[in-house]
Each structure stands twice: as structure tokens, then as C-alpha cells.
């Protein structure tokens, strides 16, 4: 088990969590990682602190945008530039458990067919009682949820880059802050399958500006 692992983490002025996140992934216990760090125009000092890390490693690999494209064009522009049979997703600002890639790559050597995989997470951060959050975990139950809901934690998934086509893995930009359930829908339609693993492999942080809590506020 050595397949590539391509990991995509946008940073928009995260210099408060970045080196954390970033180091998370840096310290897995699957090596096989190229960890694609896009510097989306921040003004603070992640720049600084994504080029220290690629210089202590050189699986960490700096790119950057010229002014803030946000989010969703960076996780396009990040898809291109992976390489891995496997694409994981990662925000700056979260941390992932030690073992969360190599369980993520054993759990498709066992289910080949599967082509997205999500986990459960621990929320925690500010204002918020750390609790387990789950999502269904076979294809059935997370296709039925999507009528409702995001059946997936967006920050937990990894992509079958051995069973998806790559043109239907791009973000529709017009989905803001809901490009990722767009995306499940869209993938569903083309007859992938989905699953979730029950286990936490994922610590989600809450923040004041978090884009999640930023939606809630806007769906409210």
C-alpha cells in the first residue's frame, strides 16, 4: 500500500492555525504525501510560514495566488495540480488524527469501488462543547440524505482518483459556500459511490469566521 496521496489545503490568512494543520498532515503515518498548499492572497504571515514548512519538508508544496480568488477557485486550481491516485481535502485551520490517510487509503484497497470517502469529526474551537459529529456511513444512507443535507464532512473527503474522471471532480463556482453539496449531487447523478468511516479522523475547529459558520448565519 504506496499509492500517492495528494492532500490540497487553501490558506486564506490562516496564520493562527496553518503551521498545526499543515504539521498534521506532515506527521501521518502514511508517507506516501504530496501536500499542496495554495496561499490564496493572504495579507498576514502564512505566506512565511507555508515556505518554512516546505523548506523542512519537501513533500509540502508552495503555490500561489497573485490576489484572493477564494475558496472554491483555489480547490479547482489545487485539483490540477495534483498528481495522487488519491485526493484528500484539508482546510487550514483543522487538524487531522495521525492515522486519518492511511485508514482513508485502506478503507479503498478494500473497497475499490468506492470513488468518495468522508469520516466523522470532533468539533472544537471557540464557543463550542467538543462533541463527535457523524455522517451515514453506506452509499444507500448517504444518497438519502442528500436530499436534505451534506452527507459528507467536506474537510474529511479523499477522492478515488483510480475510479473517478477527473473533469467531474471540478467545483461549480457558482455554488459558493455550497460547492461542496453541489458536488455530491452532481456525483450522484453520475452514478459514483459514496461511503463514510464511522471513526473520528478529523478535528473540525469552529471559529467566528469560519465558512461554515459564515453560511449559517446566511441561511438564517
Request: glycine share 2%; net charge negative; hydrophobic share 40%.
Amino acid at each position: 500500500m504506496n499509492d500517492l496521496v495528494s492532500v490540497i489545503i487553501p490558506c486564506y490568512n490562516a496564520e493562527r492555525y496553518v503551521e498545526n494543520a499543515v504539521r498534521s498532515i506532515m506527521e501521518q503515518t502514511y508517507s506516501n504525501l504530496e501536500i499542496i498548499v495554495i496561499n490564496d492572497g493572504s495579507i498576514d504571515s502564512t505566506k512565511e510560514i507555508l515556505l518554512n514548512l516546505s523548506e523542512k519538508d519537501e513533500r509540502v508544496i508552495y503555490y500561489e495566488n497573485k490576489v484572493n480568488l477564494k475558496l472554491v477557485k483555489t480547490l479547482n486550481k489545487a485539483l490540477l495540480l495534483c498528481k495522487g491516485d488519491y485526493i484528500a481535502r484539508m482546510d487550514a485551520d483543522d487538524i487531522c488524527m495521525p492515522n486519518r490517510i492511511f485508514e482513508q487509503v485502506s478503507f479503498f484497497n478494500n473497497n475499490p469501488d468506492v470513488s468518495v470517502l468522508g469520516t466523522s469529526i470532533q468539533l472544537f474551537g471557540e464557543g463550542v462543547s467538543e462533541k463527535i459529529d457523524c455522517q451515514p456511513v453506506n452509499d444507500e444512507e448517504i444518497k438519502s440524505k442528500i436530499y436534505v443535507a451534506s452527507p459528507f464532512h467536506h474537510p474529511t473527503v479523499m477522492f478515488n482518483m483510480l475510479k473517478l474522471k477527473r473533469e467531474d471532480l471540478f467545483y461549480d463556482e457558482t455554488y459558493y459556500r455550497v460547492e461542496d453539496y453541489e458536488l455530491w449531487t452532481r456525483l450522484t447523478v453520475l452514478g459514483y459511490k459514496f461511503a463514510n468511516i464511522k471513526e473520528v479522523l478529523l478535528k473540525y475547529r469552529i471559529t467566528s469566521t469560519s465558512e461554515s459558520k459564515i453560511l449559517k448565519k446566511m441561511l438564517k
